[in-house]
């Protein structure tokens, strides 16, 4: 029995001993093709030769050294690299280790703005319910999976929570998608007034929502709506891009397809492309600014933040994806994908939706394909499709259960950027 907390206390799963390109391979030598990153994490694929070498050299050099008493030239590096390739406005970079504290820092960040501007009764998060924004206390509160949540319930803030843009099922027909989009920014702006515009601090969500959904984009105008709103009632908006940002979606960031700029992002996942933990806050620079001529400092802090070896990680990917051409790639390849998927599953009795934008992409799984009805929970239909999908030598991501109140089942597919055609 293994003394790892594995995800499972059930089952022990396989031992990985190596990986390269877009497989990965067992101790039993089963390979296992890289359908979904892992989790929308293994961007570059498995052993890219630049990014171990980076790594080797950094970790040469100077492995670690403490932010509190000095800085390294990968870390300024590779925020200067961020910042120039991010929505207008943004100037600063908090660097830490994953996607949850990432979130955990947004949010940390974005109250103690307002408390810097003497508007200490700033405290409440608006979010969705279809959403996943990470495992820690803070970012658990914000998320939307009720399941996950619930044990931990008596130690969470309370989060009020507005639909998703989830067209394919909360659409009406008699619906235009303007008019979906509308009541949908209708139902924030009426969320924003009950909680007291006064006492809101931010809207958090995904721009492209992953897990808890399978890659559903935003409806057209979305976005802007959602800017719009923060904008008139003084409150920040701030995208939870650890999934769907860092090219992923065929730009650097998500956001930047609905055509407006976050006041605080966060990545995580592609950032370090699984060679080392890193994620990041990027922040408008008024943010920053206003602690700089306040207190001083971003209260917070963790003892691995600014790493330097996930720094150097994450820089070597950040230039492997300029030099290489990356984005163009993600675009044309998640086309094809999308295509391929549409050709084999499109009509499938049990395939509800295929969706997504670059490289993530969503099927959903449906009992009846008319009336979109899912599958039953207690059929744990997610389960059996990874266990199949390992048993035939490949790895994607399906996901259900209840979400949002509501039964689904969808597989998300996030293959590493040099996927090829035939892969
Ligand atoms: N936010 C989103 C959108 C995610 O998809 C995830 C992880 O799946 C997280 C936050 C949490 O990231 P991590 O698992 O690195 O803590």
Redesign the pocket.
């Known amino acids: 029995m293994s003394h790892i907390i594995h995800r499972s206390l059930r089952q022990t799963p396989p031992h990985a001993v190596s990986a390269s390109g877009i497989t990965v391979v067992d101790s039993a030598g089963r390979a296992y093709l890289d359908a979904s990153g892992g ?2 994490v293994s961007s570059l694929g498995h052993g890219h030769p630049d990014v171990l070498a980076a790594m080797h050299r950094q970790i040469d050099r100077c492995a670690y050294a403490h932010t509190a008493f000095f800085t390294t030239d990968v870390a300024e590096e590779l925020a200067e690299t961020l910042v120039a390739r991010a929505p207008a406005g943004i100037d600063a970079v908090y660097l830490v280790s ?6 955990e820092t947004a949010l940390k960040l974005a109250r103690q703005y307002f408390v810097e501007g003497g508007d200490e009764r700033r405290s409440v998060f608006i979010a969705r319910r279809q ?6 206390l803070g ?1 658990l509160a914000v998320g939307g999976n009720e399941w996950r949540r619930k044990p931990f319930a008596p130690l969470l803030m309370q989060v009020p929570r507005v639909a998703p843009c989830y067209a394919y099922r909360d659409r009406r027909d008699s619906q235009s998608v303007d008019e979906y989009t509308a009541a949908l920014l209708d139902e924030l702006e009426t969320a924003i007034i009950k909680a007291g515009p006064d006492k809101v601090i931010g809207f958090v969500a ?1 721009p492209v929502v ?2 808890t959904g399978g890659a559903i984009p935003p409806t057209p105008g979305y976005f802007k709506g959602v800017r719009a709103l923060c904008d008139r009632y003084g409150i920040l908006f701030i995208a ?5 940002g860092m090219g992923r979606t065929g730009t650097m960031f998500a956001i930047e397809q609905d055509g407006v700029a976050p006041d605080i992002v ?1 990545v ?2 592609g950032l370090g492309a699984g060679y080392q ?1 890193v ?1 990041a806050v990027l922040a408008q620079g008024a943010i920053v600014e206003r602690l700089r001529h306040g207190s001083g400092s971003f209260l917070h802090g963790h003892t691995c933040i600014g790493h330097p070896v996930a720094a150097a990680a994450a820089l070597a990917v950040q230039r492997v994806i300029a030099r290489d051409g990356l984005l163009a790639q993600v675009q044309q390849r998640g086309a094809t994908l999308k295509r391929m998927l549409g050709n084999v599953f499109g009509k499938h009795e049990h395939v509800g939706d295929i969706r997504g934008r670059g490289l993530l992409l969503g099927i959903e799984l449906v009992q009846d394909r008319a009336t979109k009805e899912p599958f039953a929970p207690e059929r744990k239909l997610h389960a059996a499709i990874k266990q199949e999908a390992m048993a035939r030598g490949l790895m994607v991501y399906p996901m259900g259960g209840t979400i949002d109140g509501r039964r689904g089942d969808h597989v998300l597919l996030a293959p590493p950027f040099i996927v090829t055609a035939s892969e």
Do not use: F, I, Q
Request: hydrophobic share 35%.
């Open positions: 989790a929308a994953g996607g949850s504290e990432a979130m959403s996943y924004h990470g495992n820690t970012a995904e992953g897990a939870d891009e650890v999934m769907c966060a995580a996942k933990p994620g």
